[in-house]
């Protein structure tokens, strides 16, 4: 997924920093402002932003702005772990603390010292993680998981969420005490639908990366399709622009993406009658229209060579387009 924020210069986003990111928007402006002071200090940080906003690629940033930016950059994913594999990732284990344990392995929280550790979605974290991250946090100190012995890690923490964590406080599963430890600088990304000024340029970006990694000449949109991503909600942010520009590119056969070729999550219903009775199963491929073609025939069409991309599948034909296996079936009927 190309990163967002957007880095206009750096090739490799896990190169890029601060001075890469670039915006049009207030709401984007206002938020690498408060990242640029933040990479100046050694406070633990907090990114606040929806699901897809690119809060991973915001974290790196950070890092690599900062004078921690020649020290390790690990990233830990907290979601949907037992409390078993979470402090096994977070701090390691000793052979034999449990089943499987063949050998000794560090935690990311050894591995990040000098440099940043970024943990995305720690208000996923149980109570009794949250109480060891708090004081690894606090007073740099963790026990590998089958160990008494104490270590310690001189580690700059980034934290991200999606989750409302004030609500999540007040309800009493997440603790204050953490959040107010994690909390020293608070930045929030905007969600892409916040950032109409930026979104051009993004979606121009996109195409771009995706036709050198497909070996293509894709010079832009049509109007309808340029309209239809201008305006669309964008409810899965970046991560879902990154994937609806490049499966766009992939069933572009000419040039000019045309509009059937955006796969997003109303993929069907912008669609007019007038506008989908000129385009042809051609037209589908090309871009070229004529005056044969009506609705459901194109949406066929459309299904089909979707099928045909993979392989036949129809759960992974589903999956890219949006819809349940059983709208799926329906339509082909």
């Not at 932003?49 to 890092?63: C, D, W, Y």
């Not at 994690?182 to 051009?200: C, F, K, W």
């Not at 045309?258 to 385009?279: G, H, I, R, V, Y």
């Not at 949406?299 to 999956?319: C, F, M, S």
Request: net charge positive; aromatic share 4%.
């Amino acid at each position: 997924m190309t990163p967002d924020p957007q880095p206009n210069s750096a090739s490799d986003p896990t190169s890029a920093t601060l001075d890469d990111f670039h915006s049009a928007d207030p709401p984007m402006l206002r938020c690498l402002e408060l990242a640029r002071v933040a990479a100046e200090t050694e406070l633990p940080i907090l990114i606040l932003g929806e699901s897809g906003a690119g809060k991973t690629l915001l974290a790196r940033a950070i890092h690599n702005s900062s004078t921690r930016q020649k020290g390790p950059f690990i990233a830990f994913n907290a979601a949907a772990l037992s409390d078993t594999l979470l402090d096994s990732q977070l701090f390691g284990h000793e052979r034999g603390a449990f089943t499987g344990a063949q050998k000794t392995v560090k935690g990311k929280f050894e591995l990040a010292h000098n440099g940043t550790l970024f943990i995305d979605e720690i208000a996923d974290m149980s109570s009794s993680a949250q109480s060891k991250i708090l004081r690894a946090v606090e007073y740099g100190e963790f026990e590998r998981l089958g160990s008494d012995s104490l270590r310690r890690a001189d580690v700059r923490l980034i934290s991200a969420t999606h989750l409302p964590l004030h609500q999540l406080i007040g309800a009493g599963r997440f603790r204050r005490d953490l959040f107010y430890r994690i909390s020293g600088i608070t930045v929030t990304i905007p969600a892409l639908r916040a950032r109409p000024r930026d979104l051009p340029l993004l979606i121009a970006t996109e195409i771009a990366a995706a036709s050198r990694r497909l070996g293509k000449q894709i010079k832009g949109l049509d109007s309808v399709a340029s309209e239809r991503l201008i305006t669309y909600s964008w409810p899965g942010n970046l991560r879902e622009l990154s994937r609806v520009i490049h499966t766009a590119v992939a069933l572009t056969r000419t040039e000019i993406i045309p509009a059937e070729a955006l796969l997003t999550q109303e993929s069907f219903s912008p669609f007019t009658l007038d506008q989908a009775e000129t385009l042809s199963p051609t037209a589908i491929a090309t871009g070229k229209g004529d005056n044969h073609q009506s609705l459901q025939a194109v949406e066929r069409q459309h299904i089909l060579r979707i099928l045909e991309q993979v392989g036949g599948n129809k759960r992974r034909a589903a999956k890219a387009l949006g819809i349940s296996r059983s709208t799926l079936d329906r339509k082909l009927v």
